[in-house]
């Protein structure tokens, strides 16, 4: 096991939940030093006594980054594909040849682009939705269009139009960033979390996603850990066939679907964690960031059993701590 670790933290509220749910699941571990890069104006956080803060300053993050990353024996990038900051951070903690605790850089520079991953999907037929440029030959048939950003992480700057002139009119009136085209898919919004590897795919939680819009715009709410169903086992053979159309991915990922009259339509691939891992440890009974250091060590992890998943939500206006509260009922 690694005796010394980094976290490049995301900024915001939601990032300040993922790494409030981490921290605590490592402290569970033992056995680790912590450097976490933070901001320091951001709020203050219950840390265990083995993690330290280094400030991340605007002017000196590089340097900050390079140094923690020398420092370290491992480094978990928590950061957005946005801007390519984690396709970045994964190659520089490559280059300083220490371990990555994250997929590939190339995985993440694929899974980091919504049309190069619904190319990518479609090529392995898997049903995705489909993902054009803003100067793409549209189908007439098309009643809603939702336009985002190509390497935006979540509901960030993703917004619904109802004819593709007003959704290519905002477009053209914004200064900058790589925009896409999706038709709006009704269904049910859903998410699965996986942790995969060394040819393993374990899936943590199936997720309802609690999306709102208003003047035109996403907004995510949270997410209800393991409130969907996959006695089946369909959703865990789509995230095998997902894994495998992209090598590379590692560790914790997460796919966004929407669950349709027609069967799951794949929205987008996360090459990182995402929120609701802040609801894994309490919906599952187990530790994930456990499990990820016995897949590194040993190339293999138990999988907790499914029947004894709870439902735990993941509440992203709720104070915050906690941030997660569980449901009694078990399914």
């Known amino acids: 096991m690694p005796s ?47 993690a330290s803060i280094v400030a991340l300053h605007d002017g000196s993050a590089c340097s900050a980054v390079d140094d923690c990353i020398s420092d370290a024996d491992a480094v978990w990038p928590l950061a957005p594909e946005s801007n390519g900051m984690l396709e970045s951070i994964s190659r520089k903690i490559l280059q300083h040849k220490k371990i990555l605790l994250g997929s590939t850089p190339d995985a993440v ?13 479609r090529a392995a037929g898997i049903l995705v939705v489909p993902t054009l440029r803003a ?55 859903c998410s699965l979390s996986l942790l995969c590897g060394n040819g393993e795919v374990f899936l943590l ?3 309802d996603q609690r999306v709102a819009v208003s003047d035109n715009q996403f907004h995510y709410m949270g997410s209800t850990v393991n409130s969907i169903d996959d006695s089946n086992g369909e959703l865990l053979q789509l995230a095998r ?47 994930p ?26 509440d992203m206006n709720a104070a915050f701590s906690p941030a997660t509260t569980a449901s009694p009922s078990l399914h």
């Open 135 to 189: 100067d793409a030959n549209l189908p007439a048939t098309l009643h809603a269009l939702v336009v985002k950003p190509d390497d935006g992480a979540g509901c960030l700057d993703t917004h619904i139009f109802s004819h593709a002139d007003a959704a290519r009119e905002w477009i053209a009136a914004q200064a900058d960033g790589d925009y896409v085209l999706q038709p709006y898919i009704a269904g049910r919004p």
């Open 241 to 287: 066939r997902v894994i495998a159309a992209i090598p590379g991915l590692w560790g914790y990922v997460g796919i966004d679907l929407i669950i349709t009259d027609q069967g799951p339509v794949v929205l987008g691939v996360n090459p990182r964690m995402t929120m609701p891992h802040a609801g894994l440890y309490a919906s599952i009974g187990a530790n």
């Open 109 to 121: 520079h694929l899974a980091g682009s919504k049309y190069r991953t619904s190319q990518a999907l």
């Open 205 to 207: 939680g199936c997720n």
């Open 4 to 50: 010394g670790g980094n976290n490049a933290a995301p900024a915001g509220f939601g990032g300040d939940i993922l790494l409030q749910a981490l921290m605590t699941d490592i402290s569970r571990i033992g056995d680790m030093t912590i450097s976490v890069l933070r901001n320091p104006s951001a709020r203050n956080l219950e840390m265990p006594a083995s």
């Open 289 to 314: 960031a456990a499990m990820l250091f016995d897949m590194l060590r040993g190339g293999h992890c138990d999988m907790p059993a499914k029947h004894n998943s709870r439902k735990v939500s993941v």
